[in-house]
């Protein structure tokens, strides 16, 4: 049988247990038998001890076989159990079977005792790897025994002698029957003593060899039938030794041996096939067996209260297959009921099933299919055009079968379950892997191959720690497994490496895997890539943060810019106080106005750079703008690292957002000494003008540009780094040290300008960033000279100047009142618009800040229109919006003016303001 069998031999003849064991070699299987005598030992053994079959004598000194079985049934009910015994009668053998013995063989018939060993070792296999195989297995078996239980068995006494009967029970005694009765009259009805082949005597052989005897009657029964009876007979020895009486008992086997032969008809043809191949084999042979016309297995879906014939056998062919409404049908009492029987007139039961009455079915049986959990899958049924011949029969076999059968369909379904299953894990989009319960990898889908680049047969069979690396410590890996090995579920985020080293962050569920029996037997870990997901809520918090800036800056320009404003104005005053011969004076006087013009442009640069809008492009010089620049970063770049400047050409020029200019020379020279912080080095700064034919750009015409070269000596950079520095937010900088936006903002201020950028670099010898604009050809925007003398003067006009900061309202005032005007200030501008609306004509200009508390100058503005259209009014601001602006503009604000505002700015504005109103009163 392939491996040796582990038997437990309780017997107390070691002559009769080494017997049985030859005898099992001889048949070929090979066996390790422990001999027991006693109870205590029996017990002991079965307790210390793993057998695969126990053999039982019936009768042991102070002992017996029942109650050997009894005892096993409580400590190893899945151990077959066969009574080996000498002098096992036919009711003790039932009892037997009733209380679960496997099988019985008599020691006079040890041929048996092999088939009988195989039969069942192998019923024991099919238990354990079907769960509904057992069930049927002992369906059949409390069958039989209740078919056994309901026969009354003829049980009487012969003397040897002469065959007269000498007691005998009521079941073997015929109506009318003599006083004197002969055993061969009692059951059988013949004048004289058995003998021949269908009437062998059971007398004389027990006679003969003082052992039971078994033997077979065929004869016509009370109805006319032909029957087959089993006669027992057991010898009854007196004190000679000699066979004096038998005790004789018969048991009609007829149904017995019809089933029998049904039931082998039917293994033998469905014994070697499973799935549509078992179910087409067991309709055709169930309906052979029990010759009737039709037979079926079908599947039902309860919730759809349908049926779908898996096979089906009508007449002498397979069918097709078709589905029905179970409806009205017999079927839905089967599925609904249980098993069901309609031996004729079924068509008038269910007037509503037309398929009954295309078949021409008079008789229907049927028995439902059950899954392990009690759910019902299908029915097993057989239908005829005439009553149902062996009902009993039919129900025996279709109950014995529908084990079966359901076990089948329970297997198809969770074959097709699990392949549904394995299509989904297949298909899944997150990474699987399963390993079992020693860590080694047993399966990964293809999406973790997708993701980390592990092909599946390189890594099943692998340990899970080839997964392990340096991103986690050893301490992380081993809480995991902690949790899990303890049956917990571990949720988390870990990062895992690529096959090509590269890195990827996943959110993990690692789970125990656990049989039917609750035994863990792995894990699966479900692994979901988020590194996209974490790079977008980078740059998510990213633009939180700029916009928060954009507010900050904001907030910060418009405070600033009132400081500005009353700062510049001041000094405007001062210098134009400032006698001419006190040079000094006037040159710091200049010097402190020059200091505060650049701080007014740092201010708008913060404000254009966090608030992204559109450039302000003008002629400018490339010069200056360099040199201020790098003149900035000496101050913040640590002495280890030299700078040299050189500029070629001071006359460039460029048409360009002077902002913007500075956030390409400021990027990329930060950039350039991030690469050589760690050792020092050289950043050197050129601009040069080269000939546009051969600065090796495509898209650039052919022209002068302007080159500005940042060069470094640092760690440089390989291909596949060049490859992404502009993409946004790539940066090869620490956490916290860089958002990875500025090459991509030099990179789209370049192609906006219509000029080039071109990267070279080597590891370790540095890299070189060349930035090439069109030089600007026409003249250079001049910016001029505030100086109070060349303003234009008033003539006494009235202008009213509303400004929530004191110190602007002041200087203000006194600027205009020196430029001629007379000026009416007020720092509240609820209160201005109440002065303007007692004499809204009495105001030649009104001169108002934006931002402003209760009330923001443009509000007021558009009151102040609403009465007087035609009044000039010129809006003021230190941190200007397009939409306000565009919004001022088309309500009829005249002008806006960006502070801090010179004396020169703001004298112009109020002349071409009045000279507009001139212009429409003489028009």
């Known amino acids: 049988m392939g491996t040796r069998v582990t038997i437990l031999n309780l017997e107390d003849s070691p002559n009769d247990a080494e017997l049985n064991q030859v005898t099992l070699e001889a048949e070929g299987i090979e066996c390790d038998v422990t001999r027991v005598e006693t109870r205590a030992q029996f017990v002991a053994a079965m307790e210390q001890g793993t057998f695969d079959l126990i053999l039982a004598d019936y009768s042991l000194p102070g002992f017996d076989g029942l109650r050997a079985l009894e005892l096993a049934l409580e400590r190893i009910p899945d151990v077959p159990f066969i ?15 009733k209380r679960g013995a496997t099988d019985y063989v008599l020691k006079d018939k040890l041929s048996r005792l092999g088939p009988a060993v195989r039969r069942a070792l192998n019923e024991r296999q099919q238990r354990m ?25 003829p049980f009487y006494v012969v003397d040897v002698r002469n065959y007269e009967v000498i007691m005998a029970n009521s079941a073997a005694l015929r109506p009318g029957s003599e006083d004197r009765i002969f055993c061969y009259a009692l059951n059988h009805g013949r004048s004289q003593p058995c003998e021949g082949e269908d009437h062998p005597c059971p007398l004389m052989a027990t006679v003969a060899t003082k052992m039971p005897t078994v033997v077979e009657h065929r004869h016509e029964g009370v109805d006319g039938m032909p029957r087959i009876v089993e006669v027992h007979g057991y010898p009854v020895l007196d004190e000679r030794g000699e066979v004096s009486q038998m005790i004789e008992y018969c048991v009609d086997i007829t149904d017995r ?12 043809g469905t014994s070697s096939v499973v799935g549509t191949g078992f179910f087409r084999r067991l309709v055709s042979n169930l309906a052979r067996a029990l010759s009737v016309r039709y037979a079926e297995v079908a599947a039902v879906d309860a919730s759809a209260h349908r049926a779908r014939t898996l096979a089906i056998w009508a007449g002498d062919a397979h069918a097709d297959d078709f589905e029905y409404d179970l409806a009205g049908t017999p079927c839905e009492n089967v599925t609904q009921k249980g098993f069901c029987l309609y031996p004729s007139n079924v068509q008038a039961l269910f007037p509503s099933d037309f398929l009954l009455a295309q ?24 239908m005829d055009d005439k009553p149902l011949p062996n009902a009993l029969q039919a129900e025996s076999l279709l109950r014995i079968f529908s084990a079966r059968a359901a076990t089948e369909l329970e297997r198809q379904l969770a074959e097709q379950a699990l392949a549904r299953l394995a299509t989904v894990v297949e298909q899944a989009t997150d990474d699987i892997i399963i390993t079992d319960d020693a860590g080694l990898i047993t399966y990964v889908n293809p999406a973790f191959e997708r993701t980390l680049g592990h092909a599946r047969k390189d890594i099943e069979g692998c340990s899970a720690q080839i997964l392990q690396n340096d991103a986690q410590s050893e301490a992380f890996y081993h809480n995991v497994y902690r949790t899990v090995s303890r049956g917990s579920i571990w949720t988390g985020r870990i990062t895992n490496r690529r096959r090509d080293g590269s890195l990827v962050d996943e959110d993990v569920v690692v789970s125990p895997i656990r049989d039917p029996a609750g035994k863990r037997i792995g894990y699966v870990a479900i ?12 740059q998510l918090r990213q633009a939180q943060k700029m916009e928060a800036i954009g507010t900050l800056a904001g ?13 510049n104005g001041n000094l405007e005053l001062a210098l134009d106080d400032a006698p001419i011969e006190l040079t000094d004076l006037r040159e710091s006087l200049l010097g402190a106005t020059n200091a505060s013009t650049r701080a007014a442009d740092l201010v708008r640069q913060i404000l254009a750079f966090s608030r992204q809008g559109q450039p302000e492009r003008k002629p400018m010089p490339l010069a200056p703008l360099v040199k201020e620049t790098v003149k900035f970063l000496r101050a913040s770049i640590p002495a280890t690292i030299e700078i040299e400047c050189r500029i070629l050409s001071e006359s460039l020029a460029v048409f360009a957002d002077a902002t913007q200019m500075h956030q390409i020379v400021m990027n990329l020279c930060t950039n350039a000494y991030h690469a050589m912080r760690d050792r020092g080095g050289k950043l050197t700064v050129e601009l040069v003008e080269v000939d546009g034919k051969n600065d090796g750009s495509s898209n650039v015409p052919p022209e002068s540009m302007a080159r500005l070269t940042v060069r470094d000596t640092g760690m440089g950079m390989d291909a596949a780094t060049m490859s992404r520095i502009f993409d946004p937010f790539y940066t090869t900088k620490s956490q ?8 991509a903002v030099v990179h789209g201020i370049v192609e906006s300008h219509g000029g080039s950028i071109r990267v070279t670099s080597e590891v370790g010898l540095g890299s070189s960033f060349e930035v090439c604009l069109p030089v600007w050809r026409g003249e250079p925007a001049v910016e001029e000279v505030s100086a109070v003398r060349t303003a234009p003067l008033g003539h006494g006009e009235q202008i009213l100047v509303v400004d929530d900061e004191e110190s602007i309202v002041t200087v203000t005032r006194r600027r205009l009142s020196r430029l001629g005007y007379h000026v009416i200030a007020s720092t509240d501008s609820r209160a201005a618009l109440g002065s303007f609306k007692l004499n809204p004509g009495v105001f030649d200009v009104v001169i108002t800040d934006q931002t402003m508390p209760h009330m923001t100058g443009l509000e007021m503005a558009m009151e102040m229109l609403r009465l007087r259209p035609n009044c000039p009014v010129i809006l003021c601001t230190g941190y200007g919006e397009r939409k306000t602006e565009e919004l001022a503009r088309s309500c009829g604000v005249r002008d806006i003016l960006r502070k801090p505002i010179t004396t020169q700015v703001l004298a112009t504005a109020i002349n071409r303001a009045l000279k507009t109103v001139d212009d429409k009163n003489g028009a």
Do not use: C, W
Not at 129 to 153: G, T, W, Y
Not at 257 to 268: G, Q
Not at 556 to 567: G, K, Q, S
């Open 359 to 382: 078949m021409g079915v008079e008789s229907y049986m049927g028995v439902p299919l059950r899954a392990s959990s009690g759910e019902t899958l299908g029915l097993l049924a057989v």
């Open 736 to 743: 916290g040290e860089g958002t990875g936006l500025g090459l």
């Open 129 to 153: 790897e079907r769960e509904r195989a057992e069930k049927a297995q002992r369906e059949q078996s409390e069958f039989l025994r209740n078919v056994f239980e309901s026969v009354a068995h």
């Open 555 to 567: 907030g910060i320009a418009h405070d600033f810019n009132n400081i500005l404003a009353a700062v």
């Open 257 to 268: 041996r019809r089933l029998e032969v049904a039931m082998r008809s039917i293994l033998e």
């Open 83 to 97: 009574f080996v015994s000498g002098a096992l009668g036919e009711e003790v053998a039932i009892e037997a079977l």
């Open 527 to 538: 692994m979901r890539d988020v590194t996209e997901r974490l790079q977008l809520e980078a």
